[in-house]
Nanobody, 118 residues
Framework: QRLLVQSGGGSVESGGSLTLSCRTS??????????RAWYRQAPGKEREFVAA????????YSASAVKGRFTVSRDNSDNTVFLQMSGLNASDTAVYYC?????????WGQGTQVCVSS
């Protein structure tokens, strides 16, 4: 069973936009208290943090490389988390992964490819 299931991604031209989604099968009483985040891994590079949204108050933090261009948000009705990306450039090309964390438990989505042409 996969706790987190991603959708979205694909190919986009430089300067374009894409939105990624990460839905969960976990019940709201549990998952709503977990930190949710996005990571990405480009070919030949280490996985890097992209953005996160805190439990309860939905405050966010983003990596410097994506600030002002990427926005992480949560639909509190079903705990789906989104990564809204705009102003995309070639350096954003990567496999994107969502995750959920609480204490010693960490879960990952299956990953989705984003390709930005320039």
């Amino acid at each position: 069973q996969r706790l987190l299931v991603q959708s979205g991604g694909g190919s986009v031209e430089s300067g374009g936009s894409l939105t990624l989604s990460c839905r969960t099968s976990e019940r709201t009483s549990v998952i709503s208290k977990w930190e949710r985040a996005w990571y990405r891994q480009a070919p030949g590079k280490e996985r890097e943090f992209v953005a996160a949204i805190n439990p309860s108050d939905d405050t966010t933090y983003s990596a410097s490389a994506v600030k002002g261009r990427f926005t992480v948000s949560r639909d509190n009705s079903d705990n789906t988390v989104f990564l809204q990306m705009s102003g995309l450039n070639a350096s954003d090309t990567a496999v994107y992964y969502c995750n959920a964390n609480q204490g010693g438990s960490t879960f990952w989505g299956q990953g989705t490819q984003v390709c930005v042409s320039s």
